[in-house]
């Protein structure tokens, strides 16, 4: 058992210090949650233990994963071989992992957010404050929701969003990275997540444009399983850097149409460029994809998930769907190629080598071109 599961706080002492729960332990969360908690111990406002939800589930010892992580420290499943911290308290009960924290992080994928807010709607303190690493969105009736606004009208609390060039196994051996913290009004709820993430080698930047740094975040995820399409095809390094360029622009002009608020800027960020490039290069939505085609489609992306990620989840196959909904509702589907493709394929209605005929022999449409260096407040249609 963790030695903090014994801890008892010193009431006076510790009553004004946030406490922190991170609501996940996939591959990133228990990274967020060891990040976490080495900034814990050190800075003075937070409580130091950090909580940690966990999706329970046995593991074919037998043993349950939240025990596990608890007596070694690890989360053997998701992030072996790395300890998260003596402070980090591994909770199978989700009410109970969140009810006492003012600082609450969620990091799970995005298809379960609606579920795991359901959950806890009436369960949080009043005065919470929320962060989302979630990179996704869903698509209602009335249109695409972002999964920030999802925890805010659900929970009725302020969301913050963190997203950035972040191979969540690099950050674990502490290699250095860069990420953007994307805040609505407050700038000072954006300094207090800013303390929280921050270390050495892990260098966070306050964006005002929650909106921008999110889609950025959710939107390279459809990019990244166009670069796959391309390494699987063995097209080589200039067709990659020309489905990421055409994939930017299609991110760029998606998020600027969807919301007028986002910023130019915020695509130079982490969150932007940076990410599309690591994610294009190193991540799992690329990997799955390359290996797509390898199988020439006879394996669906479910299959592949299960095999090759070991309980991993994929983003990007159903962020195109989500796209491929907004493009397709709004008429949008001849504007974004590229996004469109990407389902298309996803889905068996396309060949792989549709993304090089369909895409890169056609330059993005003058419109969208137009689009991208539009100012903010002027790109609604
Ligand atoms: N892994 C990475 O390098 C990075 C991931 N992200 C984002 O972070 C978010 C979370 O991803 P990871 O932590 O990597 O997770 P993961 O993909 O490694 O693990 C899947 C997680 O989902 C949980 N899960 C499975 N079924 C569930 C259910 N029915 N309800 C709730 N949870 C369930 C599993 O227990 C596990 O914790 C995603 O949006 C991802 O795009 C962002 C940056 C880096
Ligand atoms: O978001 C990521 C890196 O910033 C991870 O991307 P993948 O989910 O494709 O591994």
């Given at each position: 058992m963790a030695p903090f599961l014994d801890h008892v706080d010193d009431e006076e002492t510790t009553s004004n210090k946030s406490r922190v729960t991170v609501i996940g332990s996939g591959n990133w969360g228990s990274v967020a949650a060891k990040l976490i908690a080495s900034n814990t111990l050190k800075l003075p406002s937070f409580h130091e233990e950090v909580k940690m939800w966990v999706f329970e589930e046995t593991l074919p010892s037998g043993e349950k994963l939240s025990a596990v992580v608890n007596e070694t420290n690890e989360n053997v499943k998701y992030l072996p071989g790395i300890k998260l911290g003596k402070n980090v308290v591994a909770?199978?009960?989700?009410?109970?992992?969140?009810?006492?924290?003012?600082?609450?992080?969620?990091?799970?994928?995005?298809?379960?957010?609606?579920?795991?807010?359901?959950?806890?709607?009436?369960?949080?303190?009043?005065?919470?404050?929320?962060?989302?690493?979630?990179?996704?969105?869903?698509?209602?009736?009335?249109?695409?929701?972002?999964?920030?606004?999802?925890?805010?009208?659900?929970?009725?609390?302020?969301?913050?969003?963190?997203?950035?060039?972040?191979?969540?196994?690099?950050?674990?051996?502490?290699?250095?990275?860069?990420?953007?913290?994307?805040?609505?009004?407050?700038?000072?709820?954006?300094?207090?997540?800013?303390?929280?993430?921050?270390?050495?080698?892990?260098?966070?930047?306050?964006?005002?444009?929650?909106?921008?740094?999110?889609?950025?975040?959710?939107?390279?995820?459809?990019?990244?399983?166009?670069?796959?399409?391309?390494?699987?095809?063995?097209?080589?390094?200039?067709?990659?850097?020309?489905?990421?360029?055409?994939?930017?622009?299609?991110?760029?002009?998606?998020?600027?149409?969807?919301?007028?608020?986002?910023?130019?800027?915020?695509?130079?960020?982490?969150?932007?460029?940076?990410?599309?490039?690591?994610?294009?290069?190193?991540?799992?939505?690329?990997?799955c994809a390359e290996a797509f085609v390898k199988n020439d489609g006879k394996k669906s992306f479910d299959e592949l998930e299960a095999e090759m990620l070991q309980g991993q989840k994929l983003q990007g196959v159903l962020t195109a769907k989500e796209v491929y909904e907004v493009l397709s509702d709004r008429g949008w589907l001849e504007l974004f190629p590229l996004f469109a493709t990407v389902h298309e394929i996803c889905v068996g209605r396309l060949p792989p080598t549709a993304i090089v005929k369909n895409i890169v022999h056609t330059s993005p449409a003058p419109f969208i071109m137009e689009l991208c260096s539009t100012p903010p407040n002027e790109a609604i249609m």
């Open positions: 909770d199978p009960d989700l009410e109970h992992a969140v009810r006492d924290s003012d600082m609450l992080v969620f990091v799970t994928p995005h298809q379960f957010m609606e579920g795991i807010c359901k959950t806890i709607v009436g369960k949080i303190r009043k005065d919470a404050q929320a962060i989302s690493l979630v990179k996704g969105m869903e698509v209602k009736k009335d249109g695409p929701c972002m999964v920030s606004a999802i925890i805010s009208e659900k929970l009725g609390i302020n969301c913050c969003v963190l997203m950035g060039a972040n191979i969540a196994n690099e950050i674990a051996e502490e290699k250095f990275s860069e990420a953007t913290v994307g805040y609505r009004e407050n700038k000072k709820t954006a300094e207090k997540w800013v303390q929280l993430f921050n270390t050495p080698f892990f260098s966070v930047s306050p964006v005002q444009d929650v909106e921008g740094v999110e889609l950025c975040g959710t939107l390279k995820n459809v990019v990244a399983i166009a670069a796959g399409f391309v390494d699987g095809l063995e097209m080589g390094n200039n067709t990659k850097a020309a489905i990421m360029r055409i994939g930017l622009i299609e991110m760029k002009a998606f998020s600027k149409l969807l919301f007028g608020s986002v910023k130019d800027n915020t695509f130079f960020e982490s969150c932007g460029v940076a990410d599309l490039i690591t994610t294009c290069l190193g991540g799992r939505n690329r990997k």
